[in-house]
């Protein structure tokens, strides 16, 4: 397992962890690195950008961080793999949804029993990765 983010995190066994902004340039291609065999079974990303107050522009930011964790998704997904990715509705996540439902089997959209019922936050799951046109062949 590998594991990005821009705070510290107690070691975990099993885990190589990199503290690092995921838009960093450098932090795909050495998350990359990092999974020695160039591939993933599960890609998870809880990312979420620091709120400004203004819910537009939250929303954009957050849409912005979960098209990121798609791309990257779609880059070092096995076949089958699956995707979770956490997400506030607001109307601008279509672009995410239909790159989604062409590399995916399913797209479903979760609220766990932990998000209070007034929040806009949500997790997009889709599973049964199948890659992208023009990708090459996995």
């Known amino acids: 397992m590998v594991a990005i983010d821009l705070l510290?995190?107690?070691?975990?066994?099993?885990?190589?962890?990199i503290q690092l902004d995921f838009m960093d340039p450098t932090a795909p291609e050495r998350?990359?690195?990092?999974?020695r065999g160039g591939k993933a079974d599960v890609v998870l990303s809880d990312m979420a950008a620091q709120g400004t107050g203004h819910a537009r522009t939250d929303h954009l930011?957050?849409?912005?961080?979960?098209e990121a964790a798609a791309e990257f998704a779609?880059?070092?997904l096995?076949?089958?793999?699956?995707?979770?990715?956490k997400v506030f509705q607001?109307?601008?996540?279509r672009a995410l949804l239909d790159l989604l439902k062409r590399?995916?089997?399913?797209?479903?959209?979760?609220?766990?029993?932990a998000s209070r019922a007034e929040s806009a936050e949500m997790y997009v799951v889709a599973t049964?990765?199948?890659?992208?046109?023009?990708q090459a062949s996995r």
Request: aromatic residues 8%.
């Open 8 to 17: 510290p995190v107690d070691s975990i066994p099993g885990v190589d962890f």
């Open 31 to 35: 998350l990359k690195r990092m999974l």
């Open 61 to 66: 930011r957050v849409v912005g961080l979960a």
């Open 74 to 76: 779609c880059e070092v």
């Open 78 to 85: 096995e076949v089958g793999g699956a995707f979770v990715c």
């Open 90 to 93: 607001g109307g601008s996540e």
């Open 103 to 113: 590399a995916f089997t399913t797209v479903k959209h979760v609220k766990p029993p």
């Open 128 to 134: 049964g990765f199948r890659g992208l046109q023009g």
